[in-house]
């Protein structure tokens, strides 16, 4: 299966501060990536699709200017949660598709996020 | 109703048992069907992808897809306490929705020694 990789893996920032995840496909060329955000004892919950050289698509309730996604190459999406706050702090995963025409998603190791 | 049900659990079982882990999904048009594992503090690691009815096994993993009762389940036979872990199931369509995964709840799994 297809490897990603997160950096950093955990994060503590300051209420207020912005803090930019980032996901890297380290095998192959990912046109699709996706984010995640997942509460304790909780299921994934999809924050947005991001599409190589193009605006990500946000699910409903997720607000696009707090959490700005990048997806400037084949290989790197980025998530960066801007002005955080406490509620903010969660387990923030990306994922990748398959191979083209596959319908797995490839998750990265997930980056935890504490807002003080 | 939820697109797919899962019971959250926590299920625990001793070293050895068989774990039957199961979902149960409301659209007919979903045809693929994927079980994750997650340890604890991780991400989702992909444990079996299926779409058609029937089983598939890899080592001690056994998925079954019954279309007809919508109905998913992964069996693991002889557990290890390295088993312990949240198990997903998630579910998509042809092009669904650009890729889109639906996932379960998770059912939390633990095995005993």
């Known amino acids: 299966g297809a490897v990603v990789s997160q950096h950093p893996s955990w994060v503590i920032c300051k209420s207020g501060t912005s803090v930019k995840i980032e996901c890297r496909s380290l095998d192959f060329q990912a046109t699709t990536m996706f984010w995640y955000r997942q509460f304790p004892k909780q299921s994934l919950m999809l924050m947005a699709t991001s599409n190589e050289g193009s605006k990500a698509t946000y699910e409903q309730g997720v607000e696009k200017d707090k959490f700005l996604i990048n997806h400037a190459s084949l290989t790197l999406s980025t998530l960066t949660v801007t002005s955080a706050h406490p509620e903010d702090s969660s387990f923030y995963i990306c994922s990748e598709r398959g191979l083209v025409g596959d319908n797995e998603q490839f998750f990265g190791p997930g980056t935890r996020l504490t807002v003080l | 109703q939820k697109e797919v049900e899962q019971d959250p659990g926590p299920l625990s079982v001793p070293e050895g048992a068989i774990v039957s882990l199961n979902c149960t999904y409301s659209n007919s048009a979903f045809q693929y069907f994927m079980w994750y594992r997650q340890y604890s503090r991780k991400g989702p690691e992909l444990l079996m992808y299926?779409?058609?009815?029937g089983n598939k096994e890899d080592g001690r993993f056994t998925a079954q897809v019954d279309k007809s009762s919508k109905y998913i389940s992964l069996f693991i036979r002889d557990s290890q306490p390295s088993d312990s872990a949240t198990y997903l199931c998630?579910?998509?369509?042809?092009?669904?929705?650009?890729?889109?995964?639906?996932f379960g709840q998770g059912t939390e799994l633990s095995v005993k020694p």
């Open positions: 998630a579910i998509t369509g042809e092009g669904y929705q650009g890729g889109k995964l639906i």
């Open positions: 299926t779409y058609s009815s």
